[in-house]
């Protein structure tokens, strides 16, 4: 599955941004869709993922309540709504797909190439 994300850009603390991630080449029933971050000189975390079929989500503690990740069906494309934003929340975000439930990047096999997203304070 090919993945694009976009939807990255400056915004001030408190703000908020929506990123997007569409598919291709397959249909996503069958996939987790997970969304990742990595901070200059950082690991690449988890922020949070859906099962496509259920639409179940799960976060990561530094981001429940603030950002909420979605699904549109017709046009195969998963969204990071981003609210409350802080400096801290300043990474690249990356979009990527699993057949598997996981929190950890290894578990995924197919990425989008990432999105800046920064926050001012």
């Known amino acids: 599955v090919q993945l694009q994300a976009s939807g990255g850009g400056l915004v001030q603390a408190g703000g908020s941004l929506r990123l997007s991630c569409a598919a291709s080449g397959r249909t996503l029933s069958s996939y987790v869709m997970g969304w990742f971050r990595q901070a200059p000189g950082k690991e690449r975390e988890f922020v949070g993922a859906?099962?496509?079929?259920?639409?179940?989500?799960f976060y990561a503690d530094s981001v429940k309540g603030r950002f909420t990740i979605s699904r549109d069906n017709a046009k195969n494309t998963v969204y990071l709504q981003m609210n409350s934003l802080k400096p801290e929340d300043t990474a690249v975000y990356y979009c990527?797909?699993?057949?598997?439930?996981?929190?950890?990047?290894?578990?995924?096999?197919?990425w989008g190439q990432g999105t800046l997203v920064t926050v001012s304070s």
């Open positions: 859906i099962r496509w079929n259920s639409a179940t989500t």
């Open positions: 990527a797909a699993s057949k598997f439930n996981g929190v950890v990047p290894e578990v995924y096999d197919s």
